[in-house]
């Protein structure tokens, strides 16, 4: 119903929305330190990234900090994937404002360096 109530020129706006919006959250992501798009290819709605990290429970415990502050980052990629263990599945939709997107990188950010910190210390505690 959604679909057919946005129409053509609805749907192919949505879809210029959602290719700028995941561009931009893709570069914004990606800028953080430590961060790597693990492909080049061009991306609609998902991507994935590489955190930097060394294994799927870091990246579990980046999740779980992140949602601490109500902001779900994505899904471990480790999870079923194992040779993507430092991985990060992030989806965008027409939802998502650059504000939002930016809210993500700054959490993902923060989320990120205490990890690494907790790492150095000699403990992985959320």
Do not use: K
Request: aromatic share 6%.
């Amino acid at each position: 119903v959604y679909l057919s109530w946005l129409g053509r020129q609805g749907l192919i706006e949505m879809g210029e929305l959602l290719l700028a919006r995941t561009a931009y959250a893709r570069d914004t992501l990606v800028a953080l330190d430590g961060v790597a798009a693990l492909h080049d290819q061009p991306v609609v709605r998902e991507f994935a990234l590489s955190l930097g990290l060394p294994d799927t429970a870091s990246v579990r415990r980046v999740i779980a900090r992140c949602a601490t502050e109500h902001v779900e980052p994505g899904y471990a990629l480790g999870l079923n994937y194992p040779e993507y263990g430092d991985g990060l599945l992030v989806a965008i939709t027409e939802q998502r404002s650059r504000q939002d997107i930016d809210r993500l990188a700054d959490v993902l950010g923060r989320a990120l360096a205490a990890e690494r910190a907790a790492a150095a210390a000699g403990g992985a505690s959320t």
